[in-house]
């Protein structure tokens, strides 16, 4: 079992203030969260031209393992 994990609404918030998306980032966070699963990596990165600012960005995340889950906890974002 996966768990996507963020403080209050910091995720909320970074993706609102970095990503010009007309799709809300609780539509899609069960999606994002397969998609790292899936390629095992801790990380999703949003391209240039999705940006605010015109430059790719990373939104970066802690990998924890539990005995019965494993979750990816919102660290932040950094420009790539």
């Known amino acids: 079992m996966y768990e996507l994990r963020y403080r209050d609404r910091d995720l909320i ?4 203030q970095n ?3 007309d799709i ?5 966070m069960d999606d994002l ?5 899936k390629r095992k990596i801790d990380h ?4 240039a031209n999705r940006s605010q600012t015109g430059k790719a960005i990373r939104f970066m995340f802690k990998i924890v393992e539990y005995k019965d889950k494993t ?7 950094k420009t790539i």
């Open 13 to 16: 918030d970074m993706y609102i």
């Open 19 to 21: 990503v010009k998306s």
């Open 24 to 28: 809300p980032i609780v539509m899609i």
């Open 33 to 37: 969260l397969d998609f790292m699963v």
């Open 44 to 47: 999703f990165d949003v391209p």
């Open 71 to 77: 979750v990816y906890k919102f660290e932040g974002v």
